[in-house]
DNA sequence: GCTAAATTCAGAC
DNA sequence: CTAACGGTCTGAATTTAGC
């Protein structure tokens, strides 16, 4: 097996710089929704030392002259669908892992494979903009590995391929990585291997096989395997169904009435119940939860799970449930800082058992309406249309803070002014 | 005391 | 002026429930 990774560089900052060719150079950072975290650094801001994932109010004293965006979904979609098109061309099979990662199947390629990775960097920069890196291995896990490696020595020019490289020089190379940066390896695993005394790429590959999975479970077995070079995870070139879908935000600011969370979770469940349906499949419970923030000194958390007593993907009965839930679970007086639902219990649509007493006019009436709501928020944008107790957009004074959203240069008319400006 | 189901944990991005 | 800390998803491990 030969596999690549192709990993957009700081993706979310990249996309951004395509419209904003001025931030070339300089420190930027995206926020994570509500402005909260750090989610994306380009270069410059890493040299500054601001860390991934810090609450930007936190990072502020470090991160003097540093451009924060706020960040701006539709345009990474959109580029990463491009993204993909573009790596489909270079492979007949390939695995969209991530908005911003692609494994490619390389098996059976007997030219020069380094040479064909320059051509993906270079086709993929010329058509959308986006700077790339490209790593090559016999398992997904070196390919991961390789990714990193060309990434951070600037030496290898964005491509490094491990499948053509001496076991000696590839010790010697993983001698010099800590553990930490494996794929599957985090915080936790990482500080298990460390105190017995694992704590380079290269002892964790001579590490006992099994020895490792008695010791720290499954996964890290596989890993050992998977770094000697023996699969054990296999390309996913058809993306299976999702088990739970979920919609949650933090609101940008305190929320103290019951409506107005109702009219938050229905949001949610409409944006919920249009993936379902996109999807292909039915629900049969449904999730609502709301919390203060954790780090109040008054908090509380609360969900509560609404089985239905038919799966179904119709938004109007969904919020029926995820209402009925909410109000078991309201308590007055809170600054409610967050909530959010997840669709549970999903099966195929297809498969369905009919229901003997169901009013069947009514059912396809409705079918028929969810259908035409989704086919009309497909044209014209997210919750263009939908139902009354989710609000108005304009009315909704609770919704996240996004003090620096660029346009939606690629999925949106208005926007194009904006972007042709540029 | 077993298996199955539910819940929690850890990881990724 | 102060307070301000993401969102989605997966699969394994662990706990609990039901027999």
Redesign the pocket.
Known sequence: MKIALVDVNN?FVSCERVFAPNLEGRPVVVL???D??V?ARSNEAKALGIP???????A?GIAQGVVPLSSNFALYADMSNRFMSILSTFSPNIET?????CFLDFSGFSFDLSGYAQQIRKRVKQWIGLPVCVGIGSTKTLA?LANHVAKKRSEWQGVCDFTSMEEARLDRLFSEIDVGE?????????E?LDSIGIGSVFELKSADQARM?AL????LGRMVSELNGNACRDLEIVS???????????FGRGVFACEELEEAASL?VS??AQ?LRAQGSVCGAVQVYIRT?P??LDAYAMGS?VPLMDSTDDTLLLIKAALSGLRRIYRPGYAY??A?I?LIELSDKRRQTADLFADREEASKRSRLMKTLDEINLRHGRNKVGPGISGISADRSWS?KKGNRTPAYTTDWKALPVALAL
């Open positions: 993706c994570s929704s509500n909260g975290c989610v991934m994932g810090i609450p930007w109010f936190k502020k892992y991530s908005i911003d990662e991961k494996v794929w599957g390896v985090g915080k936790k695993l990482k298990g999975k720290f479970g499954i996964n299976p169904n999702q088990h739970g879908i979920m919609s949650s935000r933090s949610h944006i919920a993936k923030s780090f109040s799970t800082a967050k959010g997840v996240t």
